[in-house]
Every structure is written in C-alpha cells, then in structure tokens.
C-alpha cells in the first residue's frame, strides 16, 4: 500500500518554491477549452453589428442555411426568451436595460452579436457567416462619456435619452469647511483611459446536453464557475443542478473572465437544441470588441490643504464610461475607486459623485485593479500636483499624511477600516533602493545639461480579499475541502479557481506544513462545480487570503479529527499531531498520518461521536477585507528630439504581508507593473464617433512586449494582515496599482521645467513630443 | 478540393489530405491533436502558435499546411525525450517563467531559437528575441530569467 513518502519536519510556507501545475504547462499538456475535441461536436461562429448605433429592419439567413456543413442558424428572435445577460451589481435606481444574448431589433456597440451559426466545421460556420444578409439603418453613436452626457447627444437607450445609467453619491466628515479652510486648493481633470484586458487565451465554451438526462455541461474559459453555474441556469431557465460548469486550464482572466457573458448561455441554448456538443472559441478581434473593457474614467479631482502640505479634503467628480450595458459587475466598479480615494492619507473629509454614462460602446467592468488603479492614480498625481504646487518633495508631502502605525485599524472617511500598515516603511525602502537624495543631485546635473530626467514616486494603497460577503453582491466566502485518502494521499478541493496565480501550489504549500508531508502527497482540485464544493472564484485579489484561509480552516478541524483517531488508535488520553505524526507522549508511542487515515476508512472502531473517513469542508466568511501598501519608484529620461520616454530604474516595494512563495509573489509583481506601464505608456482602446473600434487587433492595440520592458527590482515590507490566520494581505494586483502614477509622476517631473503640470495616459511619443513643442512655442 | 501532404512531426512521419486553406496551426491542433501550439490572435503577432519548421521557429497561424509538405515539424509536445525535459522547459519550470502557461509552448520554442541563433545573448538581445511572443501574465522577467539560466548551462 502506497503510503505518504515524506514525514517532514522543513516548512515549506515562506519558501520559494517552482509550482505544482508546471509540468503539464510547459510539455504542452494542458487542456484548455479550445482542446477540448467530442464526438459530433459542432462549432459555432457569431455574426456581429459592424455598426455602433443601428436599427436592424431584417436579416435573412437563407443562404446560410443553405450552405453544405451548417447544422442551425439562430437570430435574437429564436433565442428572445434566453437571459438577460445579467447584471449583479445594484445601486439605488440603477437604470439596467435588458441586454438579449442576440441582439433583436436594434445594436448597440460594435461587435453587438447578432446572429449564430452552428457548423460542422468551423471554416464552414465562419463561410456561413457571411452569407448572412443583415439590413440596418445605422444611428448616429456615441462613445465618449463626458459628450454622452451632455446637451444634444444621442440616446444609446432611447428609453433613457440623458444617458445616465446612475447617479452615485458618497461623502465623509466636513468637506464644505475643510475647503473653506484650505490655504490652498489644487484641480486635475484626470483621465484613465479605457483599456482591453487581453488574457492571451480569448474566451471560449463548449456546451453538451445529455438529452436522456437532461443535464447540460458547459466548459468554459472564466474565473467564477460556480456563479456561472447559477447564472447559465437562471438564463436557460434549467434547473441549476442539472448544470454542470468545467473550467479547464485558463489561459489569464485580469478580470474579463470575471464574467457570464451571452455566449455561455447561448452556447447552453443551442446544445440543448440540437442535442449535439457545440463549441465556440473567440477570435482575438472578437476579444477587443465584446469582452469587457477595463478603466474609462474621466475624474475631476479637488484637494484643499494647508501650506505646509497637511491634506484637509478631496473632493471627486467621477464620469465612469460604461458602455451599452451592465455586465456582472459594471456599475460596481467605480464605487470602489470611491472607496479608496483617500489612498494612505489621513484625510476625513472627502466628497464623491459618480455618472455612470451610457456610451455605444462594449461594456467596462473588472480590469486588474478594477477601480482601485484609477482611484490611486488620482489621488498620487493630486499629491504630487499638490507638492508641486507648495514647492514640497512628493515624498515629504506624503510621509507627512500618511497615516500612523499607531491608528490602525483606521476608520476611512469612505467607510472602510484599514486592517493595518506602516505605510512609510515601503516608501523609505524604495528610497534607499533607489538612492532618492543622490538621484535628486543627479536630476541638477542633469537639467543644467540640457536633459529631462525625471523621479516619479506612488505610494498605493488597495482593497483586497474580496471580501466580507455584505460588500460583495454574491458572497465574499471561500470554501475548501480537504480530504485524505486511505493510502494517506492528501486531495484538496478550492472553491477558488486559479488561472496562472499559483494556487495548486500555494495551498499545496499550507497543506503540507499543517499535515506534515510533502508537497507531492498533496494535489489541488478547482473549477469542476460536479467535484468541488460551491465556492466563489479567483479575482480581487482573493485567493490566498480567503480560498488559501478556508483550506488553513478545513486542515484545522481535520487535524482535530486526526488526533481523535490518532488517541483511539494508541488508546491515549491526549495525543499531539505535528509532522505528520501522532504521538503520545506519556508512553512515546506514535501512528502514522498514513495509519490513521487508513483506520478512518476500513472504520473497523470509531473513536466517540466521530463518522468514518477523514473529510473536513469549511466555508470561511472574513471578517474584513485586507489592505496591502506600499511604494515604487520610477527613474524616466524623455528624448526632446523623439518624445521618447526609456525608464531607466523601476523599483517596486510592495507590502502584501505575510508570503507564502516569494517566487510567485514576485511573478505577480512583475505581470501587475508590466499592466500598469502598458496603460501609463502605450495601451488604450480607442473608439472613433461612429463607435467603430480602431483598437480591434494586437496589430493596433499596444501590449507590452519584452523589449519594451526595463528590468524590474523588487523587494518587501512584512505587515501581517490581522483579518486572516495567515497574515496574508493578496498581491495580484498591487503592481498595476501602484505603477501607472509613479510613471506618470516621474514624466511629468522631468518635463516640469517646461511648466508641464499633468499628462494623461498613455504617455506615447507623439503626446509627449506635443507637449514639448507646445512648451516651445 | 483536397491535398495530400506529407510531414515529419515530433521525429514521426505521417500523410494526411487537407484542405489547401487549412492552416498549419489547426492541422497540428485538430488532425494530428497536438494541442500544445495555441491561437492567440491570429495575426501572427503574439506567437502562442510557434512551432519549429526545418529549424526555424515560425507562426503556424500565418502558414498553410500544405506549406508544410516535406518539413520536418517540432512541437512543444516533442521537446522533452524519455521523460527528461528540455533544458528551456526545466528552465521555465525552475525561474517561474509562466503562469497561465497559454503562451509558454510558443515562448519555449522562440527562446530556444535564440539560443540556436546566438548561444551567449545580453538581456537586451533576449528581450529583442522574444519581441514576437506575447505575455500577459509574467512581465517578462522570469522568461528573461529562463533564457539567461540555459545560457549559463543551468536548466538541465
């Protein structure tokens, strides 16, 4: 009988350690949705509106269905009853327009889907497509939120012509006297740009319905198969348990696949049709146009202080760019950066309102960061405008405002109570790193010659661990099954579903240091709602800190069971359990973790009250959500010739608290700055006024490659979050956060010299160039 | 209208009728089954889909199989021998150089090339190297790091 093959004493939480899930990642062994190859399978290929505002007076499908190969040809009235596509967010009046999974007689963005075919093959069904006649009679678009709320634009919902989805207010403390008391008050318009998530896989699902069972299975590309599962049911009108949601391999979310979108359910529809397996793979272009966006803030931002730099109040007026609809969360998102708009500052006073415009656009919604990056953003280029303004250092400014060690937890003017920090810690390590006070001298030299040469610095704070379950719409808990074969073998089933974090190997790490073997007596199941337990899924920041707590928590009571078993098994009164072992002290007599899982199963005795078999599930609510910190600073030289900006030194000091695996914390570092320089520098999803996408391809959308990319230094704060027994804070998406204002802030530091005060992002050349020759002249 | 073409993959020799539109990357993906070469964008920009061609690491995506008549075809999936990985999988293993692992086959075959066209690269000719492969996910570092690890003779 195999048994555990390692009793280990080393610990491997803390360790940086190569990851469990690799060796079917780099053998090309993966399955993810687009492998996935049945019997009979079809393949279905979505005509969408290449308008962005039209009324649809007909389609004719005939040729279509005509052609050899296609099985069906289904359009928005086939499948009128199937849906909405829903929208878990809610606000008070929220307006939420009914949003059809094929459009019926009207589009509202590009890439609306229209009609689908389904094929045997997949060259067949994309032929098919374009036999497709569609009449439209195009509408004038809008795409751009301040015009779409403005006097005289179209109506992207004629039911709503004002275009306002919701208003949203929120306020704290004093903020008509902090102002009226300011010495000084500085204003931004602010803008962060709307940007395409680009997971490198696209979405895709496989549907197949068992018509003897009437059970429907849904393969799809997400982070939330649970919530899919719930909402593909509720949108087909099956009962949820006759619904099973797979998630293969997933190549990245960043949020997009935070999602149900329209093709899940219609994938759903035409496999309970046909009775065959279907399946759909998005193309890249269809990625850039209907998976959702992410930022599309235009922010007016106010900040009063007094002359030696003390922050009295901000005030924020925040137009979030929805799109045409509500996808899961969309409205949600920028109450966040509500949240966090106060960033590390002790400031109480502060004043929100949010538009949320309709535009005739796809729609935004959780993008790495998802409201926190833009409400950073804001208020670390408010602080530096502010410092420019009282000739201050942006980093005298912020040590001055930060809040102290000694007031955690601290009651933020927003509502929210910051676990802990000790917010100048990171910003004096990335100092020191970076050689701040030398780098100034070397900024002197470097002006009186002629060259711009600028510091940026950010100090970021962000909501994570998502979340206590009132601030959440469908639940803030994690679930975690641990179980232990007979053979000793340890399986542990995440309702977490990791895609590229790390988490077969992360958990696998705590399991292992709980139960005391090794890492490869441990395997880590997700994503399969017929194996795992209901759980939530991987976004926000949230799988470590509260799927990783759940699995501390389930390890927890099973050991209470083992030690049950382990005293019965030794006839003691009291045993310990450490290393996977179990010992009575008072005779030496010890039972292996192996043993007694063996004895739990064959069940020949039990020990008082206790079941057969060693199984323990734990659905672990938090209490509160985890805030990390920290600081990066940045080194630009911008070429006056070229508007060229070259980073020359990018340090990044990140305090997630407690570190499970170094190696990849420092790989979610790495990924989240590179996001984070490709919003500050190159990307942005740029619509034209007809509502056509420029941006539909990685031939115009700017992804960062690695050339394009400086080495990256990071290092570590330790504040250990008291919310989680683990004292984990979450790092996913620190790095973007805390990176696009210190590369804003470090251009417009070296192009002050030329009275450049604020740049909006992205910061491309031609920009830049613009900016110095508008200085010139 | 069908073709038939004749390919040595992965060392072994096979004939198949194809259509002459059918690209490279789906004849590898869905008449032969190897799955490891991935779509990314279908516009041979982010290199998801490369595969080593009579040594030359190429875009299956922007090839037509038929294209591929005569030629000797390497997959991610025909790397590793008798169980031992390649010393650029051992690499991206051991520096963590993926997470989502979707653009890892295609980044193992360009950064091998590399290293077959100059055994000795600076970071700044790796990042140059790997400029038609795209990664969401790691920032590069690692990959660079991988890179450079099988260049010290390490990844082994």
Known sequence: ????????????????????????????????????????????????????????????????????????????????????????????????????????????????????????????????????????????????????????????????????????????????????????????????????????????????????????????????????????????GAPEHKVRVVTPEVGGGFGSKLNVYAEEALMGFVAMKLGQPVKWIESRRENCMCTIHGRGHVDYFEVAAKKDGTILGIKLKLIQDLGAYHQLLTPAIPTLSVLMMPGLYRCQNVRADIVGAFTNAVPTDAYRGAGRPEATHGIERMVDILAAELKMDPAEIRLKNFIHNDEFPY????????????????????????????????????????????????????????????????????????????????????????????????????????????????????????????????????????????????????????????????????????????????????????????????????????????????????????????????????????????????????????????????????GGVVQGLGQALWEQAVYDDNGQLITGEFMDYAIPRASMIPWIETEHTVTPSPVNPLGVKGVGEAGTIGCSPAVVNSVVDALSTLGVRHIDMPMTPEKIWNLMEGARA | MQTTIHVTINGKKRSDTVEPRLLLIHYLRETVGLTGPHIGCETSICGACTVNVDGKAIKSCAMFAVQANGCDVLTIEGLARDGKLDPMQQAFWNEHGLQCGFCTPGMIMTAKQILERNPHPTEAEIRDGLGGNLCRCTGYQHIVNAVKAVAAGKGA
């Open chain 1, 411 to 670: 009651a933020t003017g927003t509502g929210l109570s910051y676990d802990s920090g000790n917010y100048a810690a990171p910003l004096h390590k990335a100092m020191d790193l970076i050689d701040y006070h030398n780098l100034r001298e070397e900024q002197r030299q470097a002006r009186s010659q002629g060259r711009l040469m600028g510091i940026g610095l950010s100090t970021y704070g962000e909501i994570c661990a998502f979340g206590p379950s009132p601030a959440t719409p469908a639940g803030g808990w994690e679930s975690a099954t641990v179980k232990i074969e007979p053979s000793g073998m340890v399986t542990v089933m995440t309702g977490s579903s990791p895609h590229g974090q790390g988490e077969e190997t992360t958990f696998a790490q705590i399991t292992a240091d709980e139960l005391g073997v090794g890492i490869d007596d441990v395997i880590v199941l997700h994503g399969d709602t017929a194996i795992v337990q209901y759980g939530i899924g991987t976004f926000g920041s949230r799988g470590t800190a509260v799927g990783g707590t759940a699995v501390y928590f389930a390890l927890q009571e099973l050991k209470k069971k083992i030690k049950k078993y382990g005293a019965m098994l030794l006839e003691s009164e009291e045993v310990s359990f450490s290393d996977g072992v179990c010992v009575d002290h008072k005779t030496g007599k010890s039972v292996t973790l192996a043993e007694i899982a063996g004895a739990s199963h064959r069940a020949m005795k039990l020990p008082p009250g206790t079941q057969p078999g060693m199984v323990e599930t734990y659905f672990w609510e938090p209490p509160n959500f985890a805030f990390p910190f920290g600081a990066h600073a940045v080194v630009t030289e911008v070429n006056r010739e070229t508007g060229d900006i070259e980073i020359k030194r990018y340090v990044a000091v990140d305090d997630c608290g407690n570190i499970i695996n170094p190696l990849i914390v420092a790989g979610q570092v790495h």
């Open chain 1, 1 to 236: 009988m195999a048994t555990t093959t390692i009793t280990k004493t080393e610990k491997l939480v803390g360790k940086a350690m190569r990851r469990q899930e690799d060796p079917r990642l780099i053998t090309g062994s993966a399955t993810y949705v687009d492998d996935i190859q049945m019997p009979g399978m079809l393949h279905a290929c979505i005509l969408r509106s290449p308008h962005g505002a039209a009324n649809i007076k007909s389609v004719d499908i005939a040729a279509a269905l005509a052609h050899p190969g296609v099985a069906a040809v289904y359009v928005g009235k086939d499948t009128e009853k199937v849906g909405p596509v829903p929208c878990g967010a809610s606000l008070p009046g929220l307006r939420v327009p009914h949003h059809y999974v094929l459009a019926i007689d009207r589009v509202y963005f590009i890439g609306h889907p229209v009609a689908v075919v389904v094929a045997t093959d997949k060259y067949i069904a994309r032929d098919a497509v374009d036999l497709i006649e569609v009449e439209y009679e195009t509408l004038q678009a809008v795409t751009d939120p301040e015009k779409a709320i403005g006097p005289g634009a179209p109506p992207v919902h004629p039911e709503w012509p004002d275009n306002v989805a919701f208003n949203y207010h929120q306020e704290g403390g004093d903020v008509d006297t902090a102002f009226a008391q300011a010495e000084v008050v500085v204003k931004q318009r602010i803008t962060s740009q709307r940007l395409i998530p680009s997971s490198m896989e696209t979405r895709g699902v496989v549907a197949d319905y068992n018509t003897g069972d009437k059970a429907l299975t849904i393969w799809s590309s997400t982070q939330i198969p649970h919530l899919m599962r719930t909402l593909v049911a509720q949108m087909l």
